[in-house]
């Protein structure tokens, strides 16, 4: 699958951990930084990662901040993209299956490496249920009303 990450300082040493995760399982990883623990706005990968899932070029988007919050309330004001703050493993497969979430956002300072990494898989390997309700639903987010 076509994935990009990003993080800020407070995401980039779980997202190095991703990113090599993702890379031995055969994804195709676009890493738009940051590149070090130097502090940056969480705000500039965000807007990237979700512009280019808004735009189709990738098919997922991965973002990590301190908490993910910031990520999530960033990426979320681009029309199209169900970004989804998770620390759990219930939560990643809900918000695909019932919101369809095209971008995963975690907390760095929050989870483990352990437990991210089964997010990350679960919430990429599970598919949308197709559920008449559920569609309605994400109908209605993204038509906002
Ligand atoms: C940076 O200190 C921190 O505020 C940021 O990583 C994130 O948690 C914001 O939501």
Same mark, same amino acid.
């Given at each position: 699958?076509?994935?990009?990450?990003?993080?800020?300082?407070?995401?980039?040493?779980?997202?190095?951990?991703?990113?090599?995760?993702?890379?031995?399982?055969?994804?195709?990883?676009?890493?738009?930084?940051?590149?070090?623990?130097?502090?940056?706005? $969480?705000?500039?990968? %965000? &807007?990237?990662?979700? /512009?280019?899932?808004?735009?189709? !070029?990738?098919?997922?988007?991965? @973002?990590?901040?301190?908490?993910?919050?910031?990520?999530?309330?960033?990426?979320?004001?681009?029309?199209?993209?169900?970004?989804?703050?998770?620390?759990?493993? $219930?939560?990643?497969? %809900? &918000?695909?299956?019932? /919101?369809?979430?095209?971008?995963? !956002?975690?907390?760095?300072?929050? @989870?483990?490496?352990?437990?991210?990494?089964?997010?990350?898989?679960?919430?990429?390997?599970?598919?949308?249920?197709?559920?008449?309700?559920?569609?309605?639903?994400?109908?209605?987010?993204?038509?906002?009303?």
């Amino acid at each position: 699958m076509k994935v990009m990450i990003g993080a800020d300082h407070g995401g980039y040493t779980l997202k190095q951990t991703i990113v090599d995760f993702l890379t031995e399982q055969g994804h195709d990883v676009q890493d738009v930084g940051t590149h070090d623990n130097t502090a940056c706005d $969480y705000n500039d990968p %965000a &807007t990237e990662v979700a /512009n280019a899932v808004r735009a189709g !070029t990738v098919e997922r988007g991965i @973002l990590i901040c301190g908490t993910g919050v910031g990520m999530s309330i960033q990426a979320n004001k681009i029309p199209g993209v169900r970004a989804a703050l998770v620390s759990d493993v $219930y939560t990643a497969e %809900a &918000t695909r299956a019932h /919101n369809d979430s095209n971008v995963l !956002t975690m907390g760095g300072r929050v @989870l483990g490496a352990g437990v991210a990494l089964k997010i990350v898989e679960t919430w990429l390997n599970t598919p949308f249920s197709g559920e008449v309700r559920h569609a309605r639903r994400i109908e209605k987010l993204e038509n906002n009303r």
